[in-house]
């Protein structure tokens, strides 16, 4: 299992590389208007990085020689989320360097509305690689890529509906209460994701 | 002498296509070479023994073990070359052997490295910018760097000029050494597996058709060359297939000695095992 975590991070030494100018040419870019966008930026581009790695994976057959080895299918899967976890929460410790060094550079105090930006951000990188995974198993990355960002447009148009008719978003005393609900739903996203992945990965012929 | 490899009445079915009751051994210490055209079933049988697709009927030994409920204990022992080059294109010699200690138990740095230089592959060149020939040699390098029992090689040869060919068949004779080991080769290229093989096992359309020590089928078997009233004259049973050519009949015979005896003027030829594939594919009954 370690194996395989290794391999997907040595594929991906070329694109973290690149990575990193990109969030460097952003940082400069956004962190001078004050703009919380950079965080998400940050979050979604590491996080999609799973997905290259399973296209890498397409690319050399790997799969059907990886399971010739010591490796189990359910092996394949775990490693698969487990890299998912390391590269979001990668990618949330460089949105939080790049918001402290941020704010150092602009004289302000590190606010604790970024730290809340990359925390909900975080979690939602997680349940957006749920979504990802189980449909790239079923159908292949290319085809996946497209529905996912087909069923990206669902909510958004949902939060568009709901501004558009003014319905008063329902206002919690504590903010803690969306936070644990975000996580609570998180947890059930990832576990659910993770068991429909393995069903799709048991059955498949290589 | 035991078996590394016992394949009992294994069956797969596809829309288009059937393996129907597939059976073989591979015994330690010997090398099979499974032979049939593209399509006829052998990537799929050697598929079906790794559990890469799941088989609808039959019983698959390897190393004694059953490989439905021993998996990955064979797995630690078995080593496979598929057609073509499984490592990533921006890997290097050195990250497959990081990622690979960590997977097999018995990974072997120091036979992997000797492997590597052997077969002289760089170590500071992106596997992209190997050439065909390298990236089999390295699969194999691999394959044996964890020191396999059992080698299974899916057209490795396939693809790579006489010189690579023959420096890779050389390896698998060294591998064969050892009483214990035992190499299923499947290939097109049948005049590797001549020079290698100890049996010939021959799929086609999904079905076993010959399973014979290769000596005893090559000394055995023959080519008749005659015209076509001798050949009204041969008994059924005294030949396998036929081809008729314009002018004369070519055909494949069981017992050379045999038939020599009957007609001792007759034309004979020796065979190989190309021969039998194409008179078994494309000759006649």
Request: aromatic share 10%; hydrophobic share 45%.
């Amino acid at each position: 299992m370690k194996g395989l975590i290794l391999k997907d991070l040595l594929n991906l030494k070329g694109t973290f590389k690149m990575l990193g100018l990109m969030i460097f040419i952003f940082a400069v870019i956004y962190i001078p208007q004050g703009n919380g966008f950079i965080f998400g930026m940050i979050i979604l581009m590491v996080a999609m990085m799973v997905v290259t790695t399973i296209s890498y994976d397409d690319l050399a057959k790997w799969d059907a020689y990886a399971l010739t080895m010591p490796v189990t299918r359910k092996e394949m899967v775990l490693s698969k989320y487990l890299v998912m976890a390391l590269l979001n929460t990668l990618g949330a410790v460089l949105a939080l360097i790049v918001g402290i060094v941020g704010s150092m550079i602009m004289r302000q105090s590190f606010s604790m509305e970024t730290l809340a930006i990359i925390g909900v951000l975080y979690l939602i990188a997680f349940s957006y690689g749920s979504m990802m995974v189980p449909l790239i198993y079923r159908f292949g990355t290319e085809k996946a890529r497209l529905m996912l960002i087909l069923s990206a447009l669902i909510p958004t148009g949902l939060v568009l509906l709901v501004t558009q008719m003014q319905i008063p978003l329902p206002e919690a005393a504590n903010p803690w209460i969306y936070f644990f609900l975000l996580l609570g739903f998180t947890v059930i996203m990832v576990s659910g994701s993770y068991l429909i992945s393995l069903r799709i990965y048991n059955k498949k012929e290589f | 002498m035991t078996n590394a490899i016992e394949i009992k009445n294994l069956n797969k079915n596809y829309q288009d296509f059937k393996l129907k009751d597939v059976s073989f051994k591979v015994p330690r210490g010997s090398i099979v070479g499974f032979i049939g055209e593209n399509g006829a079933g052998k990537t799929t049988t050697i598929k079906a023994m790794l559990n890469l697709v799941k088989r609808d009927g039959g019983t698959i030994e390897m190393l004694g073990m059953d490989t439905l409920k021993d998996e990955k204990k064979i797995k630690e022992s078995v080593g496979v070359v598929m057609d073509g080059c499984n490592f990533h294109d921006n890997l290097k010699t050195g990250d497959i052997a990081k990622m690979l200690a960590s997977i097999y138990k018995k990974w072997n740095q120091e036979l992997y490295q000797q492997y590597l230089k052997k077969f002289k592959l760089p170590e500071n060149k992106i596997i992209k910018e190997f050439s065909r020939g390298m990236k089999m040699k390295l699969q194999i390098a691999v394959a044996l760097s964890h020191e396999p029992e059992l080698l299974i090689l899916d057209e490795a040869t396939s693809g790579l000029d006489p010189i690579v060919r023959e420096e890779i068949l050389d390896v698998f004779m060294d591998f064969i050494q050892d009483e214990k080991h035992a190499i299923l080769i499947s290939s097109h290229i049948t005049s590797d597996l001549d020079k290698i093989a100890d049996y010939i096992v021959f799929i086609h359309q999904g079905e076993i058709l010959l399973d014979e020590e290769k000596e005893t089928l090559l000394s055995k078997m023959g080519v008749l060359k005659c015209g076509e009233e001798d050949f009204r004259k041969l008994e059924v049973d005294e030949y396998i297939r036929y081809r008729k050519n314009q002018f004369s009949f070519e055909v494949l015979v069981n017992d050379k000695a045999a038939i020599r005896k009957k007609y001792p003027e007759a034309v004979l030829d020796g065979v190989t095992i190309e021969e039998i594939m194409l008179f078994y594919v494309r000759g006649e009954k």
